[in-house]
T-cell receptor, first 115, second 113 residues
Framework: NAGVTQTPKFQVLKTGQSMTLQCAQDMNHEYMSWYRQDPGMGLRLIHYSVGAGITDQGEVPNGYNVSRSTTEDFPLRLLSAAPSQTSVYFC??????????????FGPGTRLTVL | DAKTTQPNSMESNEEEPVHLPCNHSTISGTDYIHWYRQLPSQGPEYVIHGLTSNVNNRMASLAIAEDRKSSTLILHRATLRDAAVYYCILRDVETSGTYKYIFGTGTRLKVLA
C-alpha cells in the first residue's frame, strides 16, 4: 500500500492564481480531510469528507473548495491564492467508526508559497 | 471544543525514559485520548490512543489518570529518532456526527546524545 499520497511536494504561486492540491489514498478509507500547518503551529482542519459525494467545512474553510467524486481522491482547490495561504498542507484519511478511535494516516505534505 | 494543554518543549537524554504530560480537564466521558507525533518535515504519525485504561504498544505507553483529566505519554528509552513534536489530541464531534481531531501546538521533544 502506498498509503496517503500528495502532489505536488512544493508549489509557488502568485497572488490570484488558482491551483489544485491532489490527495489520494489506497486504503479504502471513508473519511478524508485536509489540514494546514503554519510555522510553529499545530494543524487546523480546512475541509473533510465522510464519503464520495459528501463534504463539509472544518475550522478554516475560506478560500478553499473540495469535492469527493471517488473514495480514493480528495483534491483541494485554491480559488484565488493569497499570501495568507502560504502554509504546509496535509491530507489525511481514516476509517469511519462510531464509538471506536481509528488511526489517522497523513500524507507527506505540500509546501505552498504564495507571493 | 475539547482542548488539551501541553508544555511547549521538553528535553531528554538519549536512552532515558521520557514522560510527556497532557492536561484535558474538559474531557467528556466518550472522548478518546490520542497521541500523534510529527518528525521534522513529515506529516503527523499515530503513536497511541486510549479511553480509560493504560495502554501499551511497541512505540510507547499511555498512562491515563483515574479522573481522565490528564494523561502521560511514556517513551521508555528515548532515541535521537524520537525527536519530534508530540500532540495530545481529544476527539471532537462534528456537526455531521462524525469525529474530528483538534491539534494544539504540541510539545517539542529534544533528545540529547
Amino acid at each position: 500500500n502506498a498509503g496517503v499520497t500528495q502532489t505536488p511536494k512544493f508549489q509557488v504561486l502568485k497572488t490570484g492564481q488558482s491551483m489544485t492540491l491532489q490527495c489520494a489514498q489506497d486504503m479504502n478509507h471513508e473519511y478524508m480531510s485536509w489540514y494546514r500547518q503554519d510555522p510553529g503551529m499545530g494543524l487546523r482542519l480546512i475541509h473533510y469528507s465522510v464519503g464520495a459525494g459528501i463534504t463539509d467545512q472544518g475550522e478554516v474553510p475560506n478560500g478553499y473548495n473540495v469535492s469527493r467524486s471517488t473514495t480514493e481522491d480528495f483534491p483541494l482547490r485554491l480559488l484565488s491564492a493569497a499570501p495568507s495561504q502560504t502554509s504546509v498542507y496535509f491530507c489525511a484519511s481514516r476509517r469511519l467508526a462510531g464509538g471506536a478511535a481509528p488511526e489517522q494516516f497523513f500524507g507527506p505534505g505540500t509546501r505552498l508559497t504564495v507571493l | 471544543d475539547a482542548k488539551t494543554t501541553q508544555p511547549n518543549s521538553m528535553e531528554s537524554n538519549e536512552e532515558e525514559p521520557v514522560h510527556l504530560p497532557c492536561n484535558h480537564s474538559t474531557i467528556s466521558g466518550t472522548d478518546y485520548i490520542h497521541w500523534y507525533r510529527q518528525l521534522p518535515s513529515q506529516g503527523p504519525e499515530y503513536v497511541i490512543h486510549g479511553l480509560t485504561s493504560n495502554v501499551n504498544n511497541r512505540m510507547a505507553s499511555l498512562a491515563i489518570a483515574e479522573d481522565r483529566k490528564s494523561s502521560t505519554l511514556i517513551l521508555h528509552r528515548a532515541t535521537l529518532r524520537d525527536a519530534a513534536v508530540y500532540y495530545c489530541i481529544l476527539r471532537d464531534v462534528e456537526t455531521s456526527g462524525t469525529y474530528k481531531y483538534i491539534f494544539g501546538t504540541g510539545t517539542r521533544l529534544k533528545v540529547l546524545a
